[in-house]
């Protein structure tokens, strides 16, 4: 990797991804990301045992999920793993109905950790996407513009090992891996599993920098069964680049504009889309950002078709209310906190003891689908209306009929700028595993 970027800063982006695409291991013409609507054989879930607010969702998860798949459960040492089980069976789990990994790179946000291919053959793969912390030296690119040196440096906090997190996820699977030039995370993007695959355009140009869309839109269209890209312009606000102002003094954390928070596919033509309605758009600074945002993401996808020529069905999804709170920021000295006068760019003019209002990547389109159960994010708890749930129970009721929906509280997950769909990982049912190569 050390030689292909020193490589990538004297040539540019095209011969990066020339450099990297050379790594990519041979994989079936007819292999495909299968859609997460279509069967499932696992959903894999990582417990962090000492976080009682996270493991309080992983048991809630759990629950709802045993009926319908099988869980594999992740965690980073053997030891949170029994304590992780010990949780479990206090709730009533039965430790055995679950199978349990255990490695250091283990990740709670477990669906950006790989992606699975399955052919027509039934033999499963993984993509391996490169990994850059959620678009962390970007982030860094913002907040250090001036200074150059010091964003490079500042780039160097990814954590690179996070990069081997698929290939383990591959190893343990037993199937091969297909490697990608491509600084992206599972969430990223989202496909119908026919061909077509939505991504915001401004989240793949920075996480690519300084690769232009056209390079990206090569090197998506390499990933197996990928046919058509429909570029889409931002996701929600509550959805930031890392730890960033929204506007005046609401911040926010998040991955910039991952598909899982704003537009989700329910089958080949239908699409799930965040909608900000017009009684709400004048409330709330966010609700006028969103409005405008989702409005130029529905014009895009209204003039859109799928691999076939159609067009789509669009459903608009209410989103719920702001869910916010009160921040302090800390000195520059205690680095380890997020909310620090260091986590914003100079040029803003905040400092130690400033109050900011954060703001939860709260949306409902956070939801998960396993198999014949679909687990949405329930926000009654803190503010929305049980009508405008309500409301959108029914959307879900029509447009994925036949399965359970169920609401599941997880708003402690969307303070770290996650939720349901971040926190779980889809494994396809396949009829049967590719050997290793």
Same mark, same amino acid.
């Given at each position: 990797?050390?030689?292909?970027?020193?490589?990538?800063?004297?040539?540019?982006?095209?011969?990066?991804?020339?450099?990297?695409?050379?790594?990519?291991?041979?994989?079936?013409?007819?292999?495909?990301?299968?859609?997460?609507?279509?069967?499932?054989?696992?959903?894999?879930?990582?417990?962090?045992?000492?976080?009682?607010?996270?493991?309080?969702?992983?048991?809630?998860?759990?629950?709802?999920? &045993?009926?319908?798949? /099988?869980?594999?459960?992740? =965690?980073?040492?053997? #030891?949170?793993?029994?304590? !992780? $089980?010990?949780? %479990?069976?206090?709730?009533?789990?039965?430790?055995?109905?679950?199978?349990?990994?255990?490695?250091?790179?283990?990740?709670?946000?477990?669906?950006?950790?790989?992606?699975y291919l399955v052919d027509a053959h039934g033999a499963m793969s993984v993509l391996d996407l490169k990994w850059s912390d959620y678009g962390l030296p970007g982030w860094c690119?913002? &907040?250090?513009?001036? /200074?150059?040196?010091?964003? =490079?440096?500042?780039? #160097?906090?990814?954590?690179? !090992? $996070?990069?081997? %997190?698929?290939?383990?996820?591959?190893?343990?699977?037993?199937?091969?891996?297909?490697?990608?030039?491509?600084?992206?995370?599972?969430?990223?993007?989202?496909?119908?599993?026919?061909?077509?695959?939505?991504?915001?355009?401004?989240?793949?140009?920075?996480?690519?920098?300084?690769?232009?869309?056209?390079?990206?839109?090569?090197? &998506?269209?390499?990933?197996?069964?990928?046919?058509?890209?429909?570029?889409? #312009?931002?996701?929600?606000?509550?959805?930031?680049?890392?730890?960033?102002?929204?506007?005046?003094?609401?911040?926010?954390?998040?991955?910039?504009?991952?598909?899982?928070?704003?537009?989700?596919?329910?089958?080949?033509?239908?699409?799930?889309?965040?909608?900000?309605?017009?009684?709400?758009?004048?409330?709330?600074?966010?609700?006028?950002?969103?409005?405008?945002?989702?409005?130029?993401?529905?014009?895009?996808?209204?003039?859109?078709?799928?691999?076939?020529?159609?067009?789509?069905?669009?459903?608009?999804?209410?989103?719920?209310?702001?869910?916010?709170?009160?921040?302090?920021?800390?000195?520059?000295?205690?680095?380890?906190?997020?909310?620090?006068?260091?986590?914003?760019?100079?040029?803003?003019?905040?400092?130690?003891?400033?109050?900011?209002?954060?703001?939860?990547?709260?949306?409902?389109?956070?939801?998960?689908?396993?198999?014949?159960?679909?687990?949405?994010?329930?926000?009654?708890?803190?503010?929305?209306?049980?009508?405008?749930?309500?409301?959108?129970?029914?959307?879900?009721?029509?447009?994925?009929?036949?399965?359970?929906?169920?609401?599941?509280?997880?708003?402690?997950?969307?303070?770290?700028?996650?939720?349901?769909?971040?926190?779980?990982?889809?494994?396809?049912?396949?009829?049967?595993?590719?050997?290793?190569?």
């Amino acid at each position: 990797m050390k030689n292909a970027s020193a490589r990538y800063l004297f040539c540019g982006a095209s011969c990066f991804f020339a450099v990297l695409a050379a790594w990519s291991a041979p994989v079936s013409s007819s292999a495909r990301q299968p859609a997460e609507f279509e069967p499932q054989a696992a959903v894999w879930l990582a417990a962090d045992p000492d976080n009682a607010e996270f493991m309080k969702v992983t048991v809630e998860l759990v629950k709802s999920l &045993l009926p319908h798949v /099988k869980v594999k459960l992740f =965690a980073d040492t053997d #030891g949170n793993l029994g304590k !992780a $089980k010990a949780v %479990l069976q206090q709730h009533g789990i039965a430790p055995a109905a679950l199978e349990y990994h255990a490695d250091p790179l283990a990740t709670f946000f477990m669906r950006d950790g790989a992606v699975y291919l399955v052919d027509a053959h039934g033999a499963m793969s993984v993509l391996d996407l490169k990994w850059s912390d959620y678009g962390l030296p970007g982030w860094c690119r913002r &907040l250090l513009a001036d /200074k150059p040196e010091r964003a =490079a440096k500042c780039a #160097g906090w990814v954590d690179a !090992a $996070k990069d081997e %997190l698929d290939r383990w996820i591959a190893k343990t699977s037993g199937v091969p891996v297909l490697a990608s030039p491509l600084f992206l995370e599972n969430a990223t993007f989202e496909v119908n599993g026919k061909g077509v695959l939505l991504i915001s355009e401004s989240l793949a140009l920075e996480r690519n920098e300084p690769a232009g869309r056209d390079e990206i839109e090569r090197e &998506l269209r390499v990933i197996p069964g990928v046919k058509k890209v429909i570029w889409l #312009g931002e996701g929600v606000a509550q959805d930031p680049l890392e730890v960033s102002t929204i506007t005046g003094r609401y911040v926010g954390m998040g991955a910039g504009g991952h598909t899982d928070e704003f537009v989700r596919f329910v089958d080949p033509s239908t699409i799930l889309l965040a909608w900000q309605e017009d009684d709400g758009a004048n409330v709330h600074p966010l609700h006028r950002i969103n409005r405008e945002r989702m409005q130029k993401n529905y014009d895009i996808l209204a003039h859109s078709t799928d691999q076939d020529g159609r067009p789509f069905r669009i459903i608009k999804v209410p989103m719920p209310a702001v869910i916010e709170r009160k921040v302090v920021l800390a000195s520059r000295a205690e680095q380890g906190n997020s909310w620090n006068e260091a986590s914003f760019p100079p040029s803003e003019g905040r400092k130690a003891g400033d109050e900011v209002i954060q703001v939860a990547a709260a949306t409902y389109l956070n939801f998960l689908i396993a198999n014949e159960v679909v687990l949405v994010p329930s926000f009654v708890e803190d503010g929305t209306s049980p009508a405008v749930q309500d409301r959108v129970r029914h959307i879900f009721e029509d447009a994925l009929p036949g399965r359970k929906i169920q609401f599941v509280h997880c708003t402690p997950l969307m303070w770290q700028g996650g939720g349901l769909h971040c926190a779980t990982l889809s494994e396809p049912k396949s009829n049967k595993l590719a050997e290793n190569k």
